[in-house]
């Protein structure tokens, strides 16, 4: 499928949101992705459900379509950890997670209370052995937990993952912005997958404007300012990366299927730019401009 023999690269479900997973099967294999990442849990009221419970039809029509493509599910998502009791939730998403053969689970630290957020992430890790699913810690500028050493002591704490976001990465603005990059070459251990998007070097003024463009309107791996290749380049060239680009206007303007091939030229691009600068030594040249 993909160009890049050693590397598997995924189409996330945030770069299609209201693409039902079993149509995102087929929309990665015709545009050459290896992998998805499904969202089992709806993050807004507003979102499009998708019942991937065991037994559901979505979920049988969503293997079917797997297993005639070759296509795999390595993540699911979402859930937000704000201190409130969620195991039945999580426990729920880790169930459909282990039908479709998912690895990871993605989470969001929302919970101000560092120790509660360690003790409730322990608490999932545990939970999620029984699946084969580990929790994915994600640092995310706008919440509570929003930089990478963050995100890697927690995630040290309670003995799961980070998955880093090159937009959150990117638009962190708090203590040690300064150091993310030297933060993310020293817990590569942590991390099993990487998702790439881009966009201007301007970070959006306000709260508000940071979900605006986290949800709905992303750049192309490769057409903004956010030195993409730098970032894949601290990583062994193994490391699974995944588009994760919504963007509410060029989906209409280009379809669904045009979107996704845009997308996974631009992070083949990157790629071999990332594989450029490993060969010719010039990462840190290029993590400087």
């Known amino acids: 499928m993909t160009g890049n023999a050693q590397r598997l690269v995924g189409l996330a479900q945030l770069c299609l949101l209201n693409t039902a997973p079993p149509e995102l099967v087929g929309i990665a294999a015709q545009t050459g992705f290896d992998f998805i990442g499904v969202r089992v849990r709806p993050v807004t009221p507003t979102e499009r459900p998708y019942d991937l419970q065991p037994g559901s039809p979505m979920l049988r ?5 797997m297993r005639d493509t070759g296509i795999t599910v390595r993540d699911i998502e979402f859930l937000l950890l704000d201190g409130s009791d969620q195991r039945d939730a999580w426990l729920r998403m880790m169930e459909a997670g282990h039908a479709l053969g998912a690895s990871t689970v993605t989470v969001a630290g929302a919970d101000p209370d560092t120790a509660r957020l360690v003790h409730t992430l322990a608490r999932m890790t545990e939970d999620g052995r029984g699946f084969g699913i580990t929790p994915t810690l994600e640092a995310i500028s706008y919440q509570p937990v929003a930089s990478i050493a963050q995100a890697s002591e927690i995630a040290r ?9 090159t937009l959150h990465f990117n638009r962190y603005n708090g203590p040690g912005a300064a150091r993310q990059l030297e933060e993310l070459r020293v817990n590569t251990d942590l991390v099993p997958l990487l998702q790439l998007c881009d966009g201007p070097e301007a970070r959006p003024g306000s709260r508000e404007e940071l979900v605006t463009e986290s949800r709905s309107e992303r750049d192309v791996p490769g057409e903004g ?13 193994s490391l699974p990366v995944s588009a994760e680009a919504p963007s509410d206007r060029r989906v209409a303007e280009l379809g669904e299927l045009g979107w996704a091939r845009l997308l996974k030229s631009g992070v083949d691009a990157v790629l071999a730019q990332a594989g450029s600068l490993q060969l010719t030594g010039t990462v840190d040249a290029a993590a400087a401009k």
């Open 61 to 65: 029509e969503t293997l079917s379509r």
């Open 157 to 165: 704490q309670a003995g799961c993952r980070i998955v880093v976001d």
């Open 225 to 237: 300012d956010f030195g993409l290749a730098a970032a894949v380049a601290a990583f062994p060239v």
